[in-house]
Structure formats: structure tokens, C-alpha cells
């Protein structure tokens, strides 16, 4: 709807009336300005119909206006518009007639122009307008914005030592600070990868990348390129100090799928509000744009006019119609403290680690205190708090939480304002989202009921996201370990997305133990994911159900980890077998029998598993282990198979058992010009481990 105002007096509305202005402005504009003024009859055009009329001269042909203006009713000064051909000259002189407050209003101006010269004429302009930005944009972008190149190396379930096939993925980043050497973009689109490049375009020189700092959390990350030759040329774009507001223009340039080239698309900022990411399933504050973006785009910037980054493209909605979201300022001004203060980037967001009900029966809230006029529609019902929590303590299931810094807390677990209150949580309505966006370390005041009496007590944020949740970081890959037949997994986000089908149609006590939080910060979900050695009777774990099994106890002991699991199944027994059970309570016990290393070592090597657990399960002991020349090497089997080993042996010792990619083997000691074969000398050979 097109307002300008007239005269001092209200705005008015263009849309449902005619153009109009008073005849003593028009006068006044001749008096100051005569230049503009033609001096022929058509020069001061009025159009006596309403707009949209079909009458008078020139009727309402193909490209015609069909319509005229009044000019305040007079008559004497109407001349119609009576061809397409005559309006572009009538359109200069009304423009040379207007009032100078008039043409300096662009909403005023687009709108006459777009009725004078109709669509067609306007869509033109605008085409050019669009063409002039968009190379505007692409020449001020042109050392800022790259496309990177992940490879990154699959991983396989069933065979977690085995080496996965290679593949690659692209996206966009953004070049913020030359000085510095760093690129800003997704950690969906640089994070988990063996190696990065970047470019500009499928002819443009390549780069060796390398990840400098991410966040999962916020999907956000740093890359930098150690080459001298392109910070030589690279300009920063600098980031936006606030979130913009609704309906700003946003442009969009990054290299998306189905080309190989820099791409741009416009739109604008529809909304910004607390919204799950994707990436981590975190609610964070997220910009809706209705700019066009792809696959590729990811980890690009949204620029606003002036070349200022209002986001950093990251997710979209599939099936819908241009629902397309950006990482904004705000969140992006968080990572960028992180990085500068080296903090770990699961410490990065606060949370509270509890749990909350909806309070909505009125005689439910009534045994809670609530009234139900000053508290009508607030207030949410503690049900858990994790014994790390922040909370704990302070808070406890039963109480019902009103307010937080001296916000209201709704019964939907939103915050608002309180009355008369004009501050405002911007783009964090939602409780959780709002903590997320504090700081570490700052305190909280809480408001709630306990036993019908209104408390208020203040917490100290000290726990962040990743803390006390039930499953690891995908960042790395998941910690396993092999032993006779099966395989055991500290579960993580990325091992719980791919058990899909499996995960929904698992018993229910393993779902909601998925669900729980850690009551120690080494806490872990240990599962069996994998079994073999079943397709026989004799096999060790044939008949059992090939399902995630949660475990719950090894040998009597409860198990709180994985590194727990291993170091209870290598310890010394007085039984041939391991007993394990499942959290599961009415399921049966796997039992296997125990191997010795060189029989596990066998067992891998015939099933094709190349490790028998995760780098982060070998012990870092160095142990020294000597023989004389004239014996042979003797090494414990348990030695070998959960240590460095180093074997010190003088050279002609006959025979010593070596560790090597998998398997223990018997080899003789090398006798080559590399060793000193002086019967005095003692050569230092590292035997390795089983377990690589």
C-alpha cells in the first residue's frame, strides 16, 4: 500500500484512490522549476477517468493504460492520455509538474511510473535494476567468497576398523578476516573430513585447506588455506553487529549444485525465531529467507545490500516453497567469542539439563499454588533434573517454574515480557532456546512454586550442551571394540540416525535410555551393533538376535563405558566365559566364549576385520621386553595385544613375535647395513599392538 504525504497532512492511501495533489503544489512547482515544464498542450496532464476505466480517447488497447488520474478535478488543467505512444512524454511532464517532496519519494514515483507505462514497461526497468545489482554484488564479492571441497572417508558399521570409501561433498564459505587467514562456513560443510580445497569456479586455481575450529552445535566453522598466494588477493566481508530485521533485501551467492560457476539469487528476511538446526538438533535462533537456496549453497553468506553478511546459508525445508534459513548474526557472534577464547566448542552454548511438563489443568495447578488471574497461562512442571545439572539442588521435580530473569515462563515453555516490561528476548521465545543464548558462567534468576510458596533463587550456568547428553559428538567417529563375534559401540548422534528403523522398533527401554542424562560426566551408551561368527551352530554367537543391545552388565560388573567394557573383558577370570546382559531385563544373556589374543587375532584376520578397537582404546604404555641372542623371544600374549610394546633384542635372536596391522606373526630380526651386527649390539624394533 503506497502512502506519501501531502501538504503536512495525513498520508494517503494510493492503492484505493486516485493520484491526486493539490493544484497550488502544482503551481508552486512550476514557479520554482519551469525547466521541466513543456510549453505544448500536453504539457500538464490530468486523466479524467478513474484508474482501471475503459472508456475515453485511445480506449484501453494492448499496453495501453486504459485509465486516467484527476488532478484534483479541474478540469481546465486535463489533458487525457489517450495512447501509449504519448506516455512516456506525459509522464515526464506530470513528473516535471510534481512538487519536489513528491519526486524525492520513490514509493511515490515507482507507482506513478508503473501506471503510466504499465507492467510490462516497469517489469523491464526492474530487470535492469536486478542486472546492475547482481554485478554490483558479484564484482564486490569476487576475493571473498570460495567453494570448499570436502573428502571425507565413509564408515562402516559392521567393520569399523576396515577403511570406508572415500567421498566428496562441496559447499561455500566466506572469506572474514584476511589478517587472520579465516574462512567462515558450515561444520556440515568442512567438519569430518581427511582433506579440504577451495576455489573459485571449476577453472580457477585450487587450494590445500585445512579446519581451524567448528562448533556442531551451531553448524559453524573456521577454515584457513596456509598458501600466501591467495590472501595475496582475498577480501573480507565483515558480519553484521545485530540480526537484521524482517523484509530486508538478502542475496544469496555461493556455488550450488547443477553448475560449476559462482551463482546469486534475491529475496528477503522473512523472519527470525528459535528453530531446531538440523545439523544438531539444537533450537538456536535461525533467519527465514525467501531467497533461493541449494545444496552447495550451504555455508555461503546472505548479504544484504552494502555487502554486509546477515547470515550464513545452512538448512532448508524440502517439499516446501522457498523456506530456506540462514545462521544469524547472533549466533554467529557467539562462535566467533568461542574461537577467540579457545573454548571448547561443546562449551560454547549453556543449558540446563532438566526436564519440563506441560501445567495446564486448572486443579493441577491449583494444588501447585498457581492463581489462576495472576498466573493464568504460566508456568511449566519440573519432572527431571540430571544430578550434574546446574539446577540441581536449587530446583527439583514437582516444582513448577514461573519466571526467568524476570521474563514469564508460559505454560508452552515459552518466555515472554512481563506487563508493562518492553524488554524483549529477541528471536528466543522459546525457554531453552533463551538459556542456549547466554553466557557460561552467568547467573539466572529463577521463579517457581514449591508446595504452593513462590521462590526466587539465582543459578550459576555451568553446564553446556554435550555435557550430560546420553550420546557422544558425531564429530569423531564412534569408539568400538571387537571381542570374539561381537561388536561394541559408545553410541553416538551419528550411530543412533542410521539404526533408523531398527532404533523405532527396539524395545523400549532402550529408547528411553537414550533419552536420559549422564550421572557422571564419563557416563556412555555402550551397544552391541554388530555380530559375527553366526551362520554355524558352533559359531560363538549363533541363535542370538541380531539387534542393538544395550548393555547393563559384563562378568557381574555394570558397565559405565567402553573403556570399562574392555578392561573388564581382559582381566584375569577363573571362567572360559563372558556373560553379558542387556538392560533389557526379560531378555537372555549372551554368553561367548574368552579368547587369547592370538585366537581374536586369528578369528579377525578369517572374518576380514582389520582392527580389533578404536585408537582411543590402546593403552599408551611403553613396555620394554629383552632377549638374548642366543634364546628366543618370548612375549605375552596379553602384552601385545593392549600395549606399545617396544622388543629389545640383540641381533641373531632367532625368532620373536611381532604385532603388525593385525595379526601376531612369527618373524626373524632383519639383518641388513641399517643394524649394527656387533655382538654387543642391541637393536629396538616396536612391536605395536593387537589392538590398533
Known amino acids: 500500500m503506497l502512502k506519501y504525504p501531502v501538504n503536512g497532512e495525513a498520508e494517503r492511501d494510493w492503492q484505493s484512490k486516485p493520484i491526486n495533489y493539490k493544484e497550488n503544489n502544482m503551481e508552486k512547482a512550476e514557479q520554482e522549476d519551469t525547466r521541466n515544464t513543456p510549453k505544448d498542450t500536453n504539457s500538464v496532464a490530468s486523466i479524467d477517468r478513474p484508474i482501471g476505466s475503459n472508456g475515453g480517447a485511445g480506449g484501453a488497447g494492448a499496453g495501453s493504460i486504459g485509465a486516467s488520474t484527476e488532478i484534483d478535478g479541474d478540469s481546465s488543467t486535463a489533458v487525457a492520455l489517450d495512447s501509449v505512444g504519448s506516455n512516456a512524454q506525459n509522464l515526464a511532464a506530470i513528473i516535471g509538474s510534481l512538487p519536489p517532496e513528491l519526486r524525492a519519494d520513490a514509493d511515490f514515483m515507482r507507482d506513478l511510473t508503473m501506471r503510466m507505462l504499465g507492467t510490462d514497461s516497469m517489469a523491464s526497468a526492474s530487470r535492469n535494476d536486478s542486472a546492475a545489482h547482481n554485478r554490483r554484488m558479484l564484482e564486490g564479492t569476487s576475493h571473498s567468497i570460495v567453494q570448499i571441497v570436502n573428502t571425507s572417508e565413509s564408515f562402516n558399521v559392521l567393520n569399523p576398523g576396515k577403511e570406508g570409501d572415500l567421498q566428496k561433498s562441496s559447499g561455500t564459505g566466506v572469506v572474514i578476516d584476511v589478517e587472520k587467514r579465516l574462512i567462515l562456513t558450515d561444520d556440515h560443510v568442512a567438519g ?47 558480519i553484521s553487529d545485530v540480526d537484521a530485521e524482517p523484509g530486508v533485501n538478502v542475496t544469496s551467492i555461493g556455488y550450488p549444485m547443477a553448475g560449476g560457476t559462482i551463482c546469486i539469487t534475491k529475496g528477503n528476511l522473512s523472519r527470525i525465531e528459535a528453530h531446531g538446526y538440523a545439523h544438531s538438533g539444537v533450537e538456536l535462533p535461525i533467519a527465514q529467507i525467501t531467497t533461493p537456496t541449494n545444496p552447495g549453497n550451504s555455508g555461503g553468506p546472505g548479504l544484504s545490500d552494502d555487502l554486509q553478511i546477515l547470515g550464513i546459508t545452512h538448512q532448508g525445508m524440502p517439499g516446501t516453497n522457498s523456506i530456506c534459513h540462514m545462521i544469524p548474526p547472533s549466533v554467529i557472534s557467539k562462535f566467533m567469542t568461542a574461537y577467540r577464547e579457545n573454548v571448547n566448542q561443546f562449551q560454547i552454548f549453556p543449558t540446563l539439563y532438566a526436564k519440563f511438563g506441560r501445567l495446564s489443568n486448572s486443579h493441577a495447578r491449583a494444588i501447585h499454588g498457581l492463581d489462576e488471574e495472576a498466573h493464568k497461562e504460566l508456568g511449566i512442571l519440573v519432572t527431571d533434573i540430571a544430578e550434574l545439572s546446574c539446577l540441581h539442588g536449587t530446583l527439583a521435580a514437582g516444582d513448577v517454574l514461573i519466571g526467568i530473569n524476570g521474563f514469564d515462563v508460559t505454560t508452552k515453555s515459552t518466555i515472554k515480557p512481563r506487563e508493562g516490561d518492553t524488554t524483549n528476548p529477541k528471536y528466543c521465545s522459546n525457554l531453552l532456546s533463551y538459556v542456549h543464548m547466554l553466557n557460561m558462567g552467568e547467573e539466572v534468576s529463577l521463579d517457581f512454586f514449591r508446595d504452593g510458596e513462590l521462590h526466587t533463587e539465582t543459578v550459576r550456568l555451568s553446564k ?229
Open 464 to 692: 553446556a550442551i554435550g555435557d550430560l547428553s546420553a550420546l557422544q559428538s558425531r564429530q569423531d567417529k564412534p569408539s568400538f571394540f571387537i571381542e570374539n563375534g561381537l561388536v561394541f559401540y559408545e553410541m553416538n548422534t551419528d550411530l543412533a540416525a542410521s539404526l533408523g528403523t531398527a532404533l523405532i522398533l527396539s524395545p523400549p527401554e532402550l529408547r528411553a535410555r537414550m533419552s536420559k542424562f549422564r550421572s557422571t560426566p564419563d557416563e556412555a551408551i555402550v551397544i552391541i551393533l554388530g555380530y559375527f561368527d553366526n551362520t554355524k551352530e558352533e559359531g560363538a554367537t549363533y541363535g542370538y538376535p541380531e539387534a542393538p543391545t544395550i548393555i547393563n552388565t559384563i562378568n557381574g560388573q555394570t558397565i559405565h563405558n567402553l573403556a570399562h567394557l574392555k578392561e573388564v573383558m581382559e582381566a584375569e577370570a577363573s571362567t572360559a566365559y563372558h556373560t553379558i546382559t542387556s538392560i533389557v531385563e526379560q531378555s537372555s544373556p549372551i554368553i561367548i566364549p574368552r579368547l587369547t589374543a592370538l585366537e581374536l587375532s586369528e578369528k579377525l584376520t578369517r572374518f576380514g576385520y582389520t582392527k580389533s578397537c578404536s585408537d582411543d582404546l590402546r593403552s599408551t604404555e611403553v613396555i620394554d621386553i629383552a632377549a638374548s641372542a642366543s634364546s628366543s623371544l618370548v612375549v605375552d600374549e596379553h602384552t601385545l595385544a593392549t600395549s606399545n610394546s617396544r622388543v629389545s633384542a640383540q641381533v641373531g635372536a632367532p625368532v620373536l613375535y611381532l604385532s603388525n596391522a593385525r595379526q601376531l606373526r612369527t618373524e626373524p630380526l632383519p639383518r641388513d647395513n641399517s643394524y649394527d651386527h656387533s655382538a654387543a649390539a642391541t637393536n629396538t624394533y616396536k612391536a605395536g599392538s593387537l589392538r590398533l
Open 192 to 238: 569430518a573430513s581427511k582433506t579440504l580445497s577451495i576455489n573459485q569456479g571449476p577453472h580457477s586455481k585450487k587450494y590445500s585447506a585445512k579446519l581451524v575450529y567448528s562448533s556442531e552445535v551451531c553448524d559453524l566453522a573456521l577454515v584457513t588455506v596456509d598458501n600466501d598466494e591467495f590472501w595475496e588477493s582475498a577480501q573480507a566481508l565483515s
